[in-house]
């Protein structure tokens, strides 16, 4: 099966900071990546998507960065603010329209 | 539009018991999908359905089936409920494409005891 991973299941930043959160994935033939934000007891919401044949997505305060050669991606958030406060789940598409989701990282605001 | 709507929110069930999670999506997707999120954990994929009449396996299919009448539909039937079923259940549904955003429902709490 698919194997999609966080490096860190906790990270704590400061209001005002910017925040890294990291990703990394195991099926190279995964073509389309997303990032996720869920809210406690909330469904996920989307955040960003990047396809596999670019690099670099920006949104409002987020980017995305893909690098397929170490099969890692990562989002990154501006200016982090304590309504970030969330859990941020990456997940891969593979060929067949399935989807599959890491563990996630929980991202603590301090004020 | 109400987006993904899932019921119940919350059920407890007994060992051995079935049920059915309904979900509905109001925006004319084709696709729709079923998780279930364990504590801690990311989502995993039960099944999903590419179109009305259409339906297959996800990583972990075993005690659960579906069926797609219709495209709002998209039930979840649990047949003789076991422990290791105690998660949160969502329902999300997107486009055909060329986006692949999945848009989820607030997700049915379900407890087997």
């Known amino acids: 099966g698919e194997s999609v991973g966080l490096h860190l299941p906790t990270l704590s930043v400061q209001e005002g900071d910017n925040s890294i959160i990291n990703c990394a994935y195991s099926?190279?033939?995964?073509?389309?990546f997303i990032w996720y934000k869920q809210e406690s007891g909330k469904g996920p919401q989307f955040i960003i998507d990047?396809?596999?044949?670019?690099d670099k997505r920006q949104g409002q305060r987020v980017t995305v960065l893909l690098n397929k050669t170490v099969k890692h991606l990562s989002l990154q958030i501006a200016a982090t603010q304590p309504g970030d406060s969330a859990v941020y789940f990456c997940?891969?598409?593979?060929?067949?329209?399935?989807?599959?989701f890491g563990s996630g990282t929980k991202l603590n605001v301090k004020p | 539009n109400a987006g993904v709507t899932q019921t119940p929110k919350f059920r407890i069930l007994k060992i051995g018991q079935s049920m059915t999670l309904q979900c509905t999506q109001d925006m004319n997707h084709n696709y729709m999908y079923w998780y279930r999120q364990d504590p801690g954990m990311g989502l995993k994929l039960i099944y999903y359905s590419v179109g009305a009449g259409i339906t297959d396996k996800g990583e972990v299919p075993n005690g659960y089936n579906v069926s797609r009448s219709t495209t709002e539909d998209f039930p979840l039937r649990l047949e003789l409920a076991a422990p290791s079923q105690t998660s949160v259940y969502f329902c999300a549904s997107r486009e055909a494409g060329p986006a692949y955003e999945q848009y989820f429902g607030p997700g049915t709490r379900l407890t087997v005891t």
């Open positions: 990047i396809r596999s044949n670019m």
């Open positions: 099926n190279s033939a995964s073509d389309y």
């Open positions: 997940a891969e598409k593979n060929n067949f329209n399935k989807f599959y």
